[in-house]
């Protein structure tokens, strides 16, 4: 819902404000050396940025500039982090084995009956345990071993040589909780074989039943780790690297997918069949969205008018991209500019303002007409 109304906010300020030409080159150009001098297409909208935002034209180096500004927000606390071996909480439930000798017992305890030598005992609340002959032990933060070094030395009171063995048969003390559009939600316990983010993901099944597409956006992978969260692109990383099997969970972790509803990008104007499409990885070349909307309309469109709307870059800036896909070279460009979720594009009119029949499908009302002229900006 916030991402809806953010994008009818920028749509409204466009239209507004898409009229304001800022025309430096007639105040301050003729001061200036003609080679500090670039001609842009370029608006003002102040409820957006008090800069002007360029109508930049798709070229190879914009599309190589933007490559490079791609990050992947992987910190390296999360690579860091190394599990230690597995600790006893409140919870969990001990499998206790004791082999000795019974000569040792007093008639009391024993009366001459065999002792069973198998008990499971809950860790309490507490972190203690009652186990017999040994008394009450505090083994919460305690490993396997360090319990079973702690109930032979108790053992042997009693017992001659007691042989003892521990281990955990039911982990509820330390969860992982997986919550969102996986197919397998809730709680994962930790054990003692340490969960990496590859497994307990795979385990929770993100693609559904078909197994086809992801039911939910693996594009925006929310991990939240004491108190933070993070935003990961595991698409990206299932297929680029091994890097996400390397990351190891702890207690506490929460992994939470959501929906892709609104991941979306919207092609407009005169397209042959103007439409939103799902994203299911983090971007789309604007080649293959034209071509998911069957490509212009011969009869109306203005190839060399093909605007792209970002509401937010990598800065949370918003820009404005313009390509010309009436020559070759404009379709090739294309096919390496990648657009990201709510990007709009727009597909201009042949023989009519296009910021007008931009309006006509994008807002109810037709009262403004919008147009950017050229404007001189000096170079930063």
């Not at 933007?66 to 910190?75: A, S, V």
């Amino acid at each position: 819902m916030g991402k809806f109304s953010y994008k009818k906010v920028f749509l409204n300020y466009l239209v507004i404000f898409l009229a304001t030409i800022t025309l430096f080159g007639c105040s301050i150009g003729t001061s200036m050396r003609l080679n500090e001098i670039s001609s842009f297409k370029g608006t003002i909208i102040p409820g957006l940025s008090s800069d002007p935002i360029l109508i930049e034209k798709i070229s190879s180096d914009l599309i190589k500039n933007e490559k490079e500004k791609t990050q992947l927000n992987l910190p390296l606390s999360l690579l860091n982090y190394q599990p230690s071996s597995y600790k006893v909480g409140a919870g969990d439930v001990l499998f206790i084995y004791v082999y000795g000798e019974t000569e040792r017992l007093s008639a009391a305890l024993a009366k001459g009956a065999a002792i069973n030598p198998v008990f499971e005992k809950i860790v309490r609340d507490d972190g203690s345990i009652f186990y017999p002959n040994a008394g009450i032990l505090n083994v919460a933060g305690k490993t396997v071993e360090e319990i079973r070094l702690i109930l032979t030395e108790s053992l042997s009171n009693v017992l001659n040589n007691p042989q003892v063995d521990v281990s955990v048969s039911e982990f509820n003390s330390q969860k992982i909780i997986i919550s969102g559009n996986f197919q397998k939600v809730g709680s994962v316990p930790i054990t003692t074989v340490p969960k990496t983010l590859s497994e307990v993901i795979a385990n929770a099944n993100p693609y559904g039943q078909s197994g086809l597409r992801p039911i939910g956006d693996l594009t925006a992978l929310k991990f939240s780790r004491e108190g933070l969260t993070y935003d990961i692109d595991y698409e990206y990383l299932s297929r680029n690297s091994q890097i996400q099997n390397y990351i190891y969970l702890k207690s506490g972790d929460v992994i939470h997918m959501p929906d892709n509803s609104q991941s979306l990008v919207h092609v407009l104007g005169e397209a042959t069949s103007p439409k939103s499409i799902n994203l299911y990885r983090k971007n789309i070349s604007l080649a293959s969205a034209l071509a998911q909307a069957q490509g212009l309309n011969q009869a109306t469109s203005k190839g060399k008018d093909v605007y792209v709307l970002r509401q937010k870059d990598s800065r949370g800036k918003p820009r404005i991209f313009k390509s010309d896909i009436s020559s070759p070279t404009g379709y090739l460009l294309a096919g390496d500019f990648m657009l990201q979720s709510e990007d709009i594009v727009f597909i201009g009119t042949a023989g009519v303002t296009s910021w007008s029949r931009f309006i006509n499908q994008v807002l109810p009302f037709t009262d403004f007409i919008n147009s950017s002229e050229d404007t001189n900006l000096i170079r930063n």
